[in-house]
């Protein structure tokens, strides 16, 4: 939903706009990654570890694109001559969400023998990345300024690991430690 206006239904948003290809690319890596991650899980449920560890590498393969990914399409939206507190703003938000995502993508792969933090490791690498379809959404449905919809844009991509604290609570009594490193 956060991506559609300006990747999967761009043609009804903005049809003035034509994307690059590279931009192109971004998305279709960043949906491979998420449709790859359901993949991952559905295989560990039905007990297929060994198919999982295997797909596992073309994941981290998905993973290493995904960085460089936003690297060009940081490059190119600089490119574009954007003023420049809206280049910085752009510049910091790509660099945060990147360290946001590798480092827990990191740890899930140090952890990778450990079920408990790989798992736990991948959700919060995963859930980084719904920090900008969030704010896209949050500033496509309000009229807030651009700030305050940040602000809100953060409670509601933390509200995700909600989930994943309950589920701990309610089986083991605890949130695991996880999720503090991610």
């Known amino acids: 939903a956060g991506f559609a206006p300006s990747f999967y239904l761009r043609s009804s948003f903005h049809p003035d706009h034509e994307l690059s290809v590279l931009l192109h690319i971004h998305g279709l890596v960043f949906s491979a990654w998420i449709v790859l991650f359901l ?10 570890r060994r198919l999982h560890q295997r797909l596992g590498w073309l994941t981290v393969g998905v993973a290493v694109a995904m960085v460089a990914l936003v690297g060009a399409a ?4 600089m490119r574009r001559g954007l003023p420049l507190q809206e280049a910085a703003t ?58 305050t ?3 809100w844009s953060i409670v509601l991509w933390d509200a995700f690991f909600l989930p994943g604290f309950a589920f701990d609570l309610l089986t083991r009594g605890r949130v695991h430690r996880a999720y503090a490193y991610g």
């Open 39 to 48: 993949g991952q899980t559905l295989l560990i449920a039905r007990g297929s």
């Open 74 to 77: 940081t490059v190119e939206q």
């Open 90 to 147: 752009d510049i910091a938000f790509n660099l945060f969400g990147t360290i946001m995502f590798g480092v827990p993508l990191i740890a899930a792969i140090y952890w990778r023998k450990r079920p408990d933090w790989h798992k736990r490791m991948m959700l919060c690498a995963t859930l980084s990345l719904l920090g900008a379809p969030i704010l896209r959404l949050i500033l496509l449905t309000s009229n807030l300024e651009f700030p």
């Open 149 to 151: 919809a940040v602000n």
